[in-house]
């Protein structure tokens, strides 16, 4: 459900105000490649991306306990994965969930993972897409990652992680 006077602040240009507080500004920001996004891409990238994490020495086996081994157990994740992706990129507002919690409630989860997981997202998207829809996808993938590693940092009483790679 969309509520009127709500600005998606990831679509929103920020400026600097008084005292260094960001404020929103009236001009959407552009992310190349968004408006050509279509629900097709978004099922290819999720699907070749959870291959990937599924393979994955470090990430595999913390989703294998979470979702299940099989093709019919890692279905319905899937479908939300998409719905998540459908509502940050088409605004469709079909996913009903808070990543944050979903993933704090995992407690194998650590914010390491994060840097992997965005490495195998980044990886899938410029092999699967057009790069002006994988440099989109990425571009808001990194700030989900960033954002979902530190809260989980802080919700877990250690320090604020490192926003950049080493």
């Not at 998540?84 to 009903?96: K, Q, T």
């Not at 997202?121 to 410029?126: I, L, M, P, S, V």
Request: charged letters at 20%; glycine letters at 8%; proline letters at 5%.
């Amino acid at each position: 459900m969309q509520h009127k006077g709500l600005i998606d602040a990831a679509d929103h240009n920020t400026a600097t105000g008084v005292g260094g507080v960001p404020v929103l500004c009236a001009t959407p920001m552009v992310h190349p490649g968004k408006s050509e996004i279509t629900r097709e891409d978004i099922a290819v990238l999720v699907a070749g991306f959870y291959t990937r994490v599924r393979a994955d020495a470090r990430l595999g086996p913390i989703f294998e306990r979470k979702i299940g081994k099989t093709d019919a157990e890692w279905q319905p994740h899937l479908r939300k994965i998409e719905a998540f992706w459908a509502n940050v990129m088409l605004h469709e507002r079909a996913y009903r969930g808070n990543p944050m919690q979903a993933h704090l409630a995992v407690a194998a989860i650590e914010t390491g993972h994060f840097a992997i997981w965005l490495d195998l997202f980044e990886a899938t998207a410029r092999d699967l897409l057009p790069e002006s829809k994988a440099a989109a996808f990425n571009t808001l993938a990194r700030r989900i990652g960033s954002s979902l590693s530190m809260g989980i940092e802080q919700a877990r009483g250690g320090a604020v992680p490192r926003l950049s790679r080493p």
